[in-house]
């Protein structure tokens, strides 16, 4: 079974940045690829960015602008999510996600992230 624990959302202005972090617990957190999606207010979640297993992969949503850069540290059991040069539109929930034969199987419980000024 396991759990996903998001943290680090907050209110933040335009062109602030933040630093997202998931933990794991419960499974072979190195096993797995890693996502982050987000949730706006009235639209479905989108995929953010993907880590594989070993973090030697990573895949970005076309929104994300170079702005974003996903992370692991598998010794510590976190997938990080920093997000540079935040914009009003990146105002969502933010959730990770644990991926397995290509499609999240876990989720945490979401962290806020509201830019505004």
């Known amino acids: 079974q396991g759990q996903l624990v998001e943290s680090g959302g907050g209110l933040v202005q335009p062109g602030g940045s933040l630093r997202l972090a998931c933990a794991a617990s419960?499974?072979?957190?190195?096993?797995?690829?890693m996502t982050w999606y987000r949730q706006a207010p009235g639209k479905e979640r989108e995929l953010v960015a993907t880590i594989s297993n070993l973090g030697i992969t990573t895949k970005y949503a076309d929104s994300t602008n170079g702005r974003f850069t996903i992370s692991r540290d598998n010794d510590k059991r976190t997938v990080y999510l920093q997000m540079n040069n935040l914009k009003p539109e990146d105002t969502a929930v933010y959730y990770c996600?644990?991926?397995?034969?290509?499609?999240?199987?876990?989720w945490g419980q979401g962290t806020q992230v509201t830019v505004s000024s």
């Open positions: 419960g499974f072979t957190f190195r096993a797995y690829p």
């Open positions: 996600g644990k991926e397995s034969g290509g499609k999240v199987v876990m």
